[in-house]
């Protein structure tokens, strides 16, 4: 081999190596937090009628059913009190608890390179839900979810680069006793993942030994308050209009102790919120803002998500379908509406109503994510693992969802247009006397990392090489994947000293 052959391939060497070199969080061709926004269905016209019929029903209908406590806070605050014991909102109330509001919030993580900044158009994808049964995708079947599918769900994201924050995706259903498991729950995922996580408590008088427990794994109340790394999802409402007491409870000591809030409204269009797709965002809205005030009146600026969450029915037999056209567009809408008050938002995309990560699976997670980010949503909750309109969970559909969420964050990243992505250079190199081809040219190779994204596990050999390779299985890879990252190190785990504090504390039925 000549001197110059040697060259060339030591060349072609070291630029397969720098290829292969993990990128820094700049130049990677997508991350957490990339900017939306390039998607409106609403116009601006839409947004302020919107906004003046949410108005209109909290000055008029108003909200029932709020605990004492929250009556004493939001009349306190200028809400008034009717002989029907609902509370109704002057416009002037809504308007200074805007001004009020925290519209630039960060989600601390347990490791800050996870930490989640919510602000403008900012785009997040992550898990939730409170589905009760696992997917076996082996079996075809389903069975209840435990805590060490909670735990092995976030021990799964903890690796995951497109999936940036775990919220509570399932309920413990092997732990009886609702304290317990709602213990179990903060324990089994902080234990997994070092990501912001979020969770949600069944009592107000659970949630004492929650910060117990959360001060224990921070080292010290000082640290949690400095950087509270758990939110409280909290459905303080129960639509139509009416507030739901324990959850107020839960959500007045969870302010109390310095936990951020998303103030989480679900509604169903055509069963607990109108039929009309502008009609169940009216709403959403309208519950939200009263939300807003009680979290205002309570503590100026504290952290809270505008989590307008409604789904929609399926009007022929009134079942959800989280993976319609109609959710997605639903979606969409609230989260311009996060944009026309300025606050950073949250609300649910990625809903399967398919039982199994197949076909129908795919279409219906693609179309509500990608919809959601290119709106410039700050949280997308239920973006992975979510199937049978979220009453079951699958580990590898959650793995399968990072390769799906790492597409819809270049299609969130949208199209760079600079001299430099224009420029005339390279093609004339190319055609004038050049190859013919853009294979080998300095801008592919500086681009094959920065501007292209490639999937883990899903397929682009050609038929020849598929059936060359033994034709791989797309869910036999993921579960594959699925075992090897439940049996990889999590940096989640505590020091052994403090666990078993924790341990002797309370009584955590992981192993």
């Known amino acids: 081999m000549t001197d110059t052959q040697n060259r060339r391939a030591g060349g072609r060497a070291a630029r397969k190596a720098a290829r292969a070199a993990p990128l820094s969080d700049a130049m990677r061709p997508v991350r957490p937090g990339m900017q939306g926004g390039t998607y409106k269905p609403l116009t601006q016209l839409d947004m302020e009628r919107i906004n003046e019929a949410a108005l209109t029903a909290l000055e008029e209908i108003g909200l029932a059913d709020a605990p004492q406590s929250g009556i004493d806070i939001m009349v306190g605050a200028g809400a008034i009190l009717g002989e029907d014991g609902r509370l109704r909102y002057p416009r002037a109330l809504i308007e200074d608890m805007l001004a009020k509001a925290n519209r630039e919030i960060t989600l601390s993580a347990r490791n800050p390179k996870h930490d989640l900044h919510l602000s403008e158009k900012k785009v997040h994808y992550g898990t939730a839900g409170a589905a009760v049964h696992m997917v076996d995708v082996q079996t075809r079947s389903y069975?209840?979810?435990?805590?060490?599918?909670?735990?092995?769900?976030?021990?799964?994201?903890?690796?995951?680069?497109?999936?940036?924050?775990?919220?509570?995706?399932?309920?413990?259903?092997?732990?009886?006793?609702?304290?317990?498991?709602?213990?179990?729950?903060?324990?089994?995922?902080?234990?997994?993942?070092?990501?912001?996580?979020?969770?949600?408590?069944?009592?107000?008088?659970?949630?004492?030994?929650?910060?117990?427990?959360?001060?224990?794994?921070?080292?010290?109340?000082?640290?949690?308050?400095?950087?509270?790394?758990?939110?409280?999802?909290?459905?303080?409402?129960?639509?139509?209009?009416?507030?739901?007491?324990?959850?107020?409870?839960?959500?007045?000591?969870?302010?109390?102790?310095?936990?951020?809030?998303?103030?989480?409204?679900?509604?169903?269009?055509?069963?607990?919120?109108?039929?009309?797709?502008?009609?169940?965002?009216?709403?959403?809205?309208?519950?939200?803002?009263?939300?807003?005030v009680y979290v205002n009146a309570i503590k100026p600026g504290h952290p809270a998500i505008f989590g307008t969450w409604p789904f929609v029915s399926d009007l022929r037999t009134g079942a959800m379908s989280g993976g319609s056209g109609e959710q997605a567009l639903l979606t969409a809408g609230c989260a311009q509406m996060h944009h026309y008050y300025g606050l950073p938002g949250g609300a649910a995309a990625g809903i399967a109503d398919a039982k199994l990560p197949d076909m129908q699976a795919g279409w219906e997670q693609a179309m509500s994510n990608v919809m959601a980010g290119l709106t410039g949503l700050n949280m997308v909750y239920e973006a992975a693992g979510m199937h049978a309109s979220l009453l079951g969970f699958c580990h590898e559909s959650l793995i399968l969802g990072d390769d799906l969420l790492g597409q819809a964050m270049r299609c969130v990243r949208g199209i760079e247009v600079s001299e430099d992505t224009v420029g005339l250079e390279t093609m004339r190199a190319t055609c004038l006397g050049g190859p013919g081809h853009y294979l080998g040219s300095d801008q592919t190779l500086s681009l094959m990392q920065t501007e292209y994204i490639y999937p883990v596990l899903a397929d682009r050999s050609s038929p020849k090489e598929w059936q060359e390779k033994d034709r791989p299985d797309l869910i036999e890879q993921a579960v594959a994947r699925k075992e090897a990252l439940i049996a990889a190190p999590t940096p989640a785990a505590l020091p052994q000293e403090v666990d078993a504090q924790i341990r002797q504390r309370f009584k955590i039925h992981l192993n």
């Open 143 to 292: 069975r209840e979810s435990t805590v060490r599918d909670l735990h092995n769900a976030a021990r799964i994201v903890e690796h995951l680069d497109n999936i940036h924050f775990v919220q509570r995706p399932m309920v413990c259903r092997d732990i009886l006793d609702n304290r317990e498991m709602d213990l179990n729950t903060i324990y089994a995922c902080a234990t997994g993942t070092e990501k912001h996580i979020g969770t949600s408590f069944t009592e107000p008088d659970f949630v004492d030994d929650a910060f117990e427990m959360l001060h224990m794994i921070a080292g010290g109340e000082d640290k949690w308050r400095e950087r509270p790394f758990v939110s409280n999802s909290n459905c303080f409402v129960v639509p139509p209009m009416k507030f739901a007491t324990e959850s107020c409870q839960v959500m007045e000591k969870c302010i109390a102790g310095g936990m951020p809030i998303l103030l989480l409204s679900a509604g169903q269009a055509g069963a607990t919120a109108p039929a009309p797709i502008a009609g169940a965002i009216v709403q959403a809205v309208a519950e939200c803002l009263a939300g807003l």
